[in-house]
């Protein structure tokens, strides 16, 4: 008889690991669907679009 329990198996990948691969992939599929939807009104058109005059900026 084996007097040590099998408390699991030491092969395969880590649970913390699992646990941070579906995190980040997450992370990443809601910035690629945010991007894809659009975002809102967000965009480096936003910050620099058709202005008359940069004075409000600059001086």
Known sequence: MDAVPNHGSTRGTPRWV???GAVAALII??????AVAGGGDHGPGRHGGDHESSEGIHG
């Open 29 to 34: 599929a809601l910035f690629i669907v945010l």
């Open 18 to 20: 699992k646990i941070f």
